[in-house]
């Protein structure tokens, strides 16, 4: 009986490397080295993206009186720092934040095609060097139009729409199969890290007594990016085999646990991937995770202002432990995953599922407790936000990696899928969220939550009935040789078929007493 890829156990011989690594091998790879980067790279764009929602709050103008004594007489004049603050209504802040995701719906999926076709790191470089200038703008515009600051917005938007797709296809250049759940979510960590230093720094920087503070929001974001670019051009290239400095032993290890596509363009089979489950099953995924995220992330200051009632600089260290909950959440599930699947306790298959479910299903409970929260149970809801992210985040091990298992060669251009629709998707929920939250009561709040636990059960049914791990024969390289079987002799002279799908680099590891028939 033939046996897929996420059922065969790696090769071993007396000809064949254990390919064994300390920690510290590892994580001073060149693989490593380039994800570690990458996912630097992606936290200093996540402080542009998100920063707008903690601008809204910092900005808007406190007390708009003084009350000073003269001459033994109390004297209420206008607050002098008044002209660094800007007035908008729930309407246009709703907007505003929103904004970024009008771009990115014009540019994700034409971004996410190109991203196999052209250089990911030359390409990201050149978007990032967009959202800085965009940034360091954008203040200057704040006391001109709110529809300049709009304009911004939507460029920025533009340019992060091939972030992802580049950054997924890059590292799924890199990252060998017993290494792929851990690597992979270093997109999620990411958004973790950048959401961590949006929502705190923020909340420092805004009490800067210099020009409200807030502007320097956008200055000292994009000074990070200009570091993290910096870093970008000198450690991070495309594919192993580019790499001036990597071992061979570590390129070996790469190029026999991933799908090579022979460095040839790619033609994307269109009709046969939108008509696939399994690719709908990463796309609906990740729709029920955009979705959660800008409720319970994007929008998560102004319901921390509204019900909860925390001061500005506490709003943002409490919006940032929601986010030190994911990046946690990420690295313990990620590498959880990947060790149930080295010690073949459980198929690939079934491990994407589980972790899927688990993340939505089981922060299900979380969130309805946060629903019934008040002013009075701050404590306790700091700590049932800080969780529900940690539990969520386990379905990243689902569907965010998931397109690098079903099509390797195609995982950029799904991830510009994804990020497509979800952004198409993401215009709406911040205006959705503070049409039902006009007055901003906690029972309105309440409604929102509840609209996230039926996003969680829905998108966790759609990803269990259509997902799959297998590569599909649409996504498969037509040059790569299929189904060959291969006789390995051990040591211990015992013998064992396996039926694998080889190239022609994997091939040439097994000569000599390997014989193939």
């Not at 690597?183 to 705190?200: D, R």
């Not at 995770?289 to 319901?303: D, H, I, K, N, Q």
Request: aromatic letters at 12%; proline letters at 4%.
């Amino acid at each position: 009986m033939q046996e897929t890829l996420e059922k065969t156990p790696l090769l071993k011989d007396h000809k064949s490397k254990e390919y064994t690594f300390s920690l510290w091998e590892k994580y001073t790879s060149c693989r490593w080295q380039v994800g570690i980067i990458a996912g630097l790279a992606m936290s200093c764009s996540i402080l542009l993206r998100l920063n707008m929602t903690m601008v809204v709050v910092c900005m808007a103008a406190g007390n708009l009186t003084v009350t000073v004594v003269q001459n033994g007489t109390d004297v209420t004049i206008r607050d002098p720092y008044l002209d660094n603050y800007v007035y908008w209504d729930s309407a246009m802040e709703g907007l505003l934040i929103s904004g970024y995701y009008i771009g990115q719906v014009f540019t994700s999926l034409l971004f996410g095609t190109l991203s196999g076709r052209i250089s990911g790191k030359k390409f990201i470089l050149f978007l990032t060097s967009v959202l800085i200038v965009t940034s360091f703008v954008t203040p200057a515009l704040t006391f001109v139009n709110p529809y300049l600051v709009l304009v911004t917005r939507i460029l920025i938007g533009i340019a992060t729409g091939g972030l992802e797709p580049c950054g997924t296809q890059l590292l799924s250049n890199w990252a060998p199969l017993p290494e792929r759940a851990q690597m992979m979510s270093i997109t999620e960590q990411a958004n973790s890290i950048g959401g961590i230093g949006n929502f705190l720094l923020s909340g420092f920087i805004c009490n800067i007594p210099v020009l409200g503070g807030w502007p320097f929001i956008f200055y000292i974001f994009g000074g990070m990016n200009v570091i993290a670019m910096t870093l970008w051009i000198f450690l991070v290239y495309d594919k192993p085999e580019q790499h001036p400095w990597i071992k061979p032993k570590e390129a070996e290890y790469i190029n026999r646990h991933r799908t090579k596509s022979h460095g040839k363009k790619l033609k994307v089979p269109w009709l046969k991937m939108l008509t696939s489950a399994p690719v709908w099953a990463c796309v609906l995924g990740y729709l029920t995770s955009g979705t959660l995220f800008m409720v319970m992330a994007v929008c998560l200051p102004l319901y921390i202002e509204q019900v909860l009632k925390f001061d500005v600089g506490t709003n943002g260290l409490v919006s940032a432990l929601a986010f030190v909950g994911r990046f946690i959440g990420a690295l313990v599930f990620g590498y959880l995953s990947d060790w149930v699947f080295t010690k073949g306790w459980l198929t690939l298959k079934t491990i994407r599922k589980t972790c899927h479910v688990f993340g939505t299903i089981g922060s299900v409970p979380i969130i309805i407790g946060i629903s019934f929260l008040r002013q009075e149970d701050q404590v306790l809801a700091v700590v049932l936000i800080t969780f529900y992210w940690f539990v969520l985040t386990c379905m990243n091990c689902g569907f965010r990696v998931n397109p690098a298992d079903i099509a390797p060669r195609f995982a950029g251009v799904i991830s510009g899928m994804c990020v497509f629709l979800n952004s198409a998707v993401s215009l709406f929920v911040p205006l959705l969220v503070t049409a039902v939250t006009p007055n901003g009561t906690a029972d309105e709040w309440q409604s929102v939550f509840y609209g996230c636990v039926g996003v969680s059960v829905t998108g966790a049914v759609t990803f269990v009935v259509f997902a799959s791990a297998e590569e599909q024969e649409w996504a498969k390289d037509p040059e790569e040789n299929k189904d060959m079987v291969i006789k390995v002799t051990g040591n211990n002279n015992n013998t064992f078929d396996d039926h694998l799908s080889l190239s022609t680099e994997f091939k040439s590891l097994h000569q000599g007493k390997n014989t193939y028939s």
